[in-house]
């Protein structure tokens, strides 16, 4: 797969549950469906320029929506939370 480190990671997730494993070292990530853990490592480090211990995958499904007569589902993905060594942290996550 030819997926640059930007294609990988496609945003980060911004939740009250995020925000509190991000306080523990722990960041959760919107990623590339087709991404392996590895790849998820490898962007994680060149982007952010810390040292990655452990990466947990999870395809999300899409959730059914209706509108008015149509129903459908929302497009499904790929989350990915990634615990970094001791002593590292993402200061983009900071600020939130």
Known sequence: ????????????????KSNDLAAEGTYTF???PKATKADIQH????IFKVKVER???????GKARR????SGRTSSWK???VT?????????????
């Open 79 to 81: 989350k990915a939370m």
């Open 67 to 70: 509108m008015g007569y149509y």
């Open 84 to 96: 970094l060594a001791p002593g590292h942290k993402i200061e983009f996550f900071e600020g939130i």
């Open 30 to 32: 919107k990623v590339h």
């Open 43 to 46: 962007a994680v480090e060149e």
């Open 1 to 16: 797969m030819n997926l640059t480190a930007r294609d990988i990671i496609i945003e980060p997730i911004i939740t009250e």
């Open 55 to 61: 990466v947990n995958t999870i395809s999300m499904k």
